[in-house]
């Protein structure tokens, strides 16, 4: 059994590491969970990740429940099937979905997991940006998933729900070494239909256009929806899109929440600002895109050239050594994250 500390990350560094022990069949005990946070321990969302996992490859679980430091976790065979899963807050709902998509490469059957929860709150990836971001960017290297939204949840009530399929996937190398050109952006706004008199949706997509378009920049889609939801809310998403030929794409993302007080407006400028300051680097994914490839760099190998490297980026690398994968990291002239 491996022993992990918990106390060098978050809740990411659990995710991973269920989702690496599904993938190996190894279990581990984690101590420490989250000790360097203000709560530490188990809180929902963290909860909900690891009983997803726990369920999909019928794992023994011990130390699951709220406020608990230590976690032990024993997998069995990954297998498909169909269930749901409650975060009982406004956890995030694409974060259960991260730690479930790397299963794909041990599945003999497809999978469908329905999670209720937060489907845009504070540090977590918007569904918005798992869906139209990651997946596309993933399916190009052989994942095969997809995620139906049903219901937007947004803090403090949550009450999204959201579907995630995945089949049974082969993946290739995952090259993403040099940038190719800029085609164009696409945006994505929404908010709930509390705020349609107030043009919210409409503000932060009109405001994102006018500023990338006045940097030369062609805006390929502008989309703007209204959500029935529990909690007033609203979310923006820029999505880049950087290509030589249709078959040597790759996406960034680049998202935002509305905040109360604060102008429509106001959001759209932060959402741009974090893209241009994105396009004027070297990167070949966003900052979060390069946290969430390192798991499947170690699985199907490859080259990803980031934008920065963060402490997720580096506990990361050290629970995969952990478990006997090999991601290395080259730090001159640009960042870069090569898997074996």
């Known amino acids: 059994m491996h022993s992990l500390d918990g106390s060098s990350g978050g809740g990411q560094l659990l995710r991973s590491a269920v989702s690496l022990s599904a993938l190996s069949g190894e279990p581990f005990r984690m101590t420490g969970i989250r000790a360097s946070r203000s709560n530490p321990g188990l809180r929902p969302q963290h909860l909900a990740a690891v009983h997803a996992v726990a369920r999909a490859c019928n794992a023994e679980l011990y130390g699951n429940t709220i406020g608990s430091e230590a976690l032990t976790f024993r997998p069995k065979a990954a297998d498909g099937g169909k269930f749901s899963i409650d975060v009982e807050t406004a956890g995030s709902t694409a974060l259960v979905f991260d730690a479930l998509l790397p299963l794909a490469v041990t599945l003999d059957e ?96 009109e405001t994102a256009r006018d500023r990338l378009g006045s940097a030369g920049h062609l805006v390929l889609e502008r989309r703007t929806t209204y959500a029935k939801s529990d909690s007033t809310g609203s979310s923006l998403l820029v999505r880049a899109e950087y290509s030589e030929m249709d078959e040597n794409y790759t996406v960034a993302g680049f998202d935002g929440l509305g905040e109360r007080g604060v102008p429509a407006e106001d959001i759209a400028k932060r959402v741009v600002g974090a893209f241009s300051a994105f396009h004027d680097g070297r990167g070949v994914v966003d900052e979060h895109m390069a946290d969430q490839l390192v798991i499947f760099l170690a699985l199907a190998g490859g080259r990803v050239t980031i934008p920065k490297i963060t402490p997720h980026i580096e506990t990361s690398l050290e629970l995969l050594a952990a478990f006997g994968y090999d991601v290395s990291l080259v730090r001159e002239p640009n960042p870069m994250l090569i898997g074996e």
């Open 110 to 205: 497809p999978l469908s997991v329905t999670v209720t929860g937060g489907t845009d709150v504070r540090w977590s990836p918007t569904v918005d940006y798992f869906r139209e971001v990651k997946l596309p960017l993933c399916r190009r290297f052989g994942l095969l998933a997809g995620v139906e939204v049903t219901r937007t949840g947004y803090y403090p009530a949550g009450g999204g729900e959201a579907t995630l399929w995945v089949a049974p996937s082969s993946l290739s190398a995952i090259n993403l070494a040099e940038r190719r050109e800029l085609t164009g952006v696409r945006i994505y706004s929404k908010a709930s239909t509390s705020l349609a008199e107030q043009n919210v949706a409409e503000r932060q997509a």
